[in-house]
């Protein structure tokens, strides 16, 4: 129904040179302002490319999930969608790390699809930037109006979101993280957007680099044989865990201050720090059920995640994720869903922070 972008010679060479002519020039401006920065962190860079990015290694769902995919170029006609595939995925990674073969043959190696998933996406968006989303996703409000009005002067240069926001204590007093998450706040990464060259992106990449190598170690295994004994390995190496911990310290770095949850927990409005736009858990994460994020599609609603979480072994059984794939209808369009969610949020029966959802 929505095939893979699949590029021939031509295309590919085209679309591969526009990417790097792009990377080229953010370089050049970041260049010719860096004696000015104050900080190499803060260091200007480009606006964040119209750029889509998405990744199929043959997800399971993926003729069913075929409204949610289209609604992302349906919505941005400004901008434009690439979907990679096992093979486009590689021959991109070839042209943008050509020059750092660690990375390249680290990614070129690896064979565990949830790991090539998650570090494909950093390393993408690491080299040239523009906004990733899961094939599971819908496009709800157009890229372009993400950043509010009263924030488009502060010169937001990528956007996270928080997944979960825990407001229970245990018993000596501290946050209790949500079921099946490590962290007090933790940011998403089935939806991610930078500049180019972002140096938080960047460091991610690095970051996710030697976490793969050290894990790969741990099990006596070179990079090509490196598979996940456990959920939790990939949290803690690729996934949710690590990008929140990269993301909180380059928050801090960028603030001269440590950023903890405490900066961040209950938060309803977009906070910007340095160059990042920190979303509320409504802006990637609504219907999560957790965290007071609303029941369904409200304002403040960007996109919306069906949490199909199918890199999961056994996903019914394990986790929050796994709970609510079994709760997770499928939309026949789009527009349906919205309709739906709108209906509801309009009588009122949006779910209370910390009340029916948690």
Not at 47 to 55: A, F, G, L
Not at 92 to 102: C, F, H, K, N
Not at 168 to 181: N, R, V, Y
Not at 336 to 342: H, I, P, Q, R, Y
Request: aromatic share 8%.
């Amino acid at each position: 129904m929505f095939p893979i972008i699949a590029w021939r010679p031509i295309a590919a060479a085209f679309t591969i040179a526009s990417i790097i002519v792009y990377t080229w020039l953010g370089g050049l401006f970041s260049a010719a302002h860096h004696r000015a920065a104050h900080h190499p962190a803060i260091q200007p860079l480009l606006p964040i490319p119209k750029q889509i990015w998405q990744i199929n290694f043959e997800h399971p769902l993926y003729d069913l999930l075929g409204p949610a995919i289209a609604s992302w170029p349906q919505l941005n006609p400004s901008h434009t969608r690439t979907i990679l595939n096992e093979a486009t995925g590689q021959d991109l990674i070839r042209e943008l790390y050509a020059d750092d073969p660690q990375k390249m043959n680290s990614y070129l190696e690896l064979k565990s699809r949830i790991f090539r998933s998650d570090y494909l996406r950093y390393l993408v968006l690491a080299a040239v930037g523009g906004v990733y989303s899961d094939l599971d996703t819908d496009a709800i409000k157009p890229i372009d109006q993400w950043i509010p009005p009263e924030l488009a002067e502060r010169g937001v240069r990528a956007m996270v979101g928080v997944e979960t926001d825990s407001t229970e204590l245990d018993a000596e007093g501290k946050p209790k993280p949500i079921s099946g998450t490590y962290m007090p706040v933790q940011f998403a990464q089935w939806t991610l957007a930078c500049s180019a060259r972002h140096p938080m992106m960047v460091q991610m990449a690095e970051t996710t680099t030697t976490a793969l190598h050290r894990l790969a170690r741990s099990h006596g295994v070179p990079m090509n044989e490196l598979e996940p004994k456990a959920d939790v390995e990939v949290l803690f190496t690729t996934g949710p865990v690590q990008w929140s911990r990269t993301v909180f310290s380059y928050l801090s770095e960028v603030s001269g201050t440590e950023v903890t949850y405490k900066n961040l927990t209950g938060m309803r409005r977009p906070k910007v720090f340095g160059d990042v736009m920190v979303l509320p858990i409504a802006g990637f994460a609504s219907g999560s059920g957790y965290s007071g994020s609303p029941a369904g599609v409200n304002e403040d609603t960007l996109m919306w995640h069906q949490f199909q979480g199918t890199w999961r072994a056994g996903a019914k059984d394990s986790g929050w994720k796994g709970r609510l794939l079994q709760q997770t209808r499928i939309p026949q369009t789009r527009e349906e869903k919205v309709k739906e969610e709108m209906v509801k949020a309009s009588q009122g029966r949006r779910r209370r922070p910390g009340g029916e959802g948690r």
